[in-house]
């Protein structure tokens, strides 16, 4: 979602003459526009960019009522949001925003598109469970999804370099309690690890890789199904189990064995990309895995395409609208924290192809450091990423908030000259790719390596863990130790 297309909520309308039209427009009153029937207008005004829609309101009283209506504002927020994340909305926001604006649901359009600022606060452990040692002890590089309303943990490294081997799950309901119960569901299925993937399908996780804590990296594929019986009351009745899953190795092979590497969700398939594999070598290679009908056995296929991002660890990578990957970060063969940006999308010919973004540093928000390793990147509504923390190549920690707006990235392919090198690959970035969000509440301390997920709604984010600062001890440069809090970030209120 454009930033600039906020800025039409508050201008003035056009001024119109006696009849209620535009005087800039009344020339054109006998325009074969102005016969059109209202429901085929409201077709037209559906397929119109947010921007085109509020400029067409301000031409006449007759438009105006009809391109500022609720009915059609609900529209846009199903095309814009996604269908699911609107119902979620219309239980938990809408009841809100029909108490303060007239029309709601352009209020909750103007709401989401000029987000600056959220809401942190954090959800402790339910009392009861801590004393029999029912939480999950403090940890970073574990995985963290969210899947029928409950929060699903699992592995992640502690405390002396050890791996952890636990599946927990927490029920989050309706997002109003402040505290939460963990369940401890499986250990040592799968085996300990930290620095894996998981991503979530339906019902489903998908786990890849990882590395133990003799440095063993993995290649293995886990499915994960998430299970509720009838006696659901809080949660407990939720568990998950564990299968590895079955691969056609007769017309493909498994990836290399690694971890440190990014992954999500795309057309209910897995995407992973580099990592730290053998001996340390960090890797610059992409892999789809597609799952079979059930999930009861799948394929990996790798991404052979050029240009593609140099090898790196660290990173993230994330699906946006459905449509994109998008591609943050991390930490290159030379060590060095980067902040270069790549989307994976669906090409002409119809094949996966990566795409540089270009932009200026300039054009960053004063005071922001972009480069980073071990952040989160989590889609928020609007076609947008909420990027959180990580640390630089000095291994300072961060505890920002900023928000990558995909939608502000335009192609280039005709504005560079022709012996620009992969012309048709690049992409530029407008002044409103980044954006610095301010915070209110409890907010995180600085961190790296946490994990972060958001619910259907788009509306609430959870972030766990992760390695934050330490108190210094004697001859130490930097403290340094593991954490066990959970947030939940509200976006919108």
């Known amino acids: 979602m454009a930033s600039s297309s906020s800025s039409f909520f508050f201008a003035e309308p056009t001024p119109t003459d006696n009849n209620g039209s535009s005087s800039v427009s009344s020339s054109s009153s006998s325009s074969p526009i102005t016969n059109m029937a209202p429901d085929h207008l409201f077709t037209v005004l559906l397929l119109l960019p947010v921007e085109s829609i509020l400029s067409f309101a301000a031409t006449c009283k007759r438009f105006r009522s009809l391109a500022t209506s609720d009915t059609l504002w609900e529209s846009v927020c199903t095309r814009e949001f996604g269908a699911s994340s609107v119902d979620a909305l219309r239980s938990s926001l809408l009841p809100n925003l029909r108490n303060v604006a007239a029309k709601p649901w352009m209020a909750m359009y103007r709401k989401v598109s000029r987000l600056d600022t959220v809401s942190c606060r954090r959800l402790l452990p339910d009392p009861d469970a801590?004393?029999?040692?029912?939480?999950?002890?403090?940890?970073?590089?574990?995985?963290l999804n969210f899947i029928s309303d409950c929060l699903v943990l699992f592995g992640g490294g502690c405390e002396g370099g050890r791996h952890l081997d636990e599946t927990w799950i927490a029920y989050v309901g309706s997002n109003s309690q402040t505290m939460i119960k963990w369940q401890k569901?499986?250990?040592?299925?799968?085996?300990?690890?930290?620095?894996?993937?998981?991503?979530?399908?339906?019902?489903?996780?998908?786990?890849?890789?990882?590395?133990?804590?003799?440095?063993?990296?993995?290649?293995?594929?886990?499915?994960?199904?998430?299970?509720?019986?009838?006696?659901?009351?809080?949660?407990?009745?939720?568990?998950?189990?564990?299968?590895?899953?079955?691969?056609?190795?007769?017309?493909?092979?498994?990836?290399?064995?690694?971890?440190?590497?990014?992954?999500?969700?795309?057309?209910?398939?897995m995407v992973i990309q580099g990592g730290i594999g053998l001996y340390g070598l960090r890797l610059g290679d992409t892999w789809v895995l597609e799952p079979a009908e059930g999930f009861c056995s799948g394929t990996w296929r790798e991404l052979l395409t050029y240009p593609a991002p140099p090898p790196r660890s660290g990173h993230s990578l994330s699906c946006i609208g459905g449509t994109k990957m998008v591609l943050f970060g991390g930490r290159g063969l030379g060590y060095e924290a980067m902040d270069d940006l790549w989307l994976l999308q669906i090409s002409e010919s119809g094949d996966l192809m990566w795409v540089q973004v270009v932009y200026e540093n300039q054009k960053v928000p004063e005071g922001v450091s972009l480069r980073r390793v071990g952040h989160?990147?989590?889609?928020?509504?609007?076609?947008?990423?909420?990027?959180?923390?990580?640390?630089?190549?000095?291994?300072?920690r961060k505890d920002d908030f900023l928000i990558l707006d995909i939608e502000a990235v335009l192609p280039i392919r005709e504005q560079l000259p022709p012996p620009a090198l992969n012309t048709r690959r690049l992409q530029q970035a407008s002044?409103?790719?980044?954006?610095?969000?301010?915070?209110?509440?409890?907010?995180?301390?600085?961190?790296?390596?946490?994990?972060?997920?958001?619910?259907?709604?788009?509306?609430?984010?959870?972030?766990?863990?992760g390695m934050v600062d330490g108190l210094l001890q004697p001859g130490e440069a930097a403290g340094l130790r593991f954490d066990g809090e959970l947030f939940v970030v509200e976006l919108f209120q």
Not at 432 to 459: E, T
């Open 130 to 143: 801590a004393e029999l040692g029912g939480i999950p002890s403090p940890r970073a590089s574990h995985s």
């Open 185 to 269: 569901v499986s250990t040592g299925i799968p085996s300990g690890r930290f620095g894996h993937t998981c991503v979530a399908i339906g019902n489903y996780v998908i786990l890849f890789g990882g590395i133990n804590d003799r440095g063993v990296r993995h290649n293995d594929t886990w499915v994960g199904r998430v299970l509720s019986t009838e006696n659901n009351v809080g949660g407990g009745g939720i568990t998950l189990s564990w299968r590895l899953l079955d691969l056609d190795l007769g017309s493909s092979r498994a990836p290399p064995p690694r971890g440190a590497h990014a992954a999500c969700c795309f057309e209910r398939k």
């Open 376 to 396: 989160s990147a989590t889609p928020i509504l609007g076609g947008r990423l909420l990027i959180h923390g990580g640390e630089d190549s000095l291994r300072h």
């Open 431 to 465: 002044s409103s790719l980044w954006k610095r969000i301010n915070v209110k509440g409890h907010k995180p301390n600085r961190r790296s390596f946490h994990r972060a997920c958001g619910d259907q709604s788009g509306r609430y984010l959870y972030l766990y863990g």
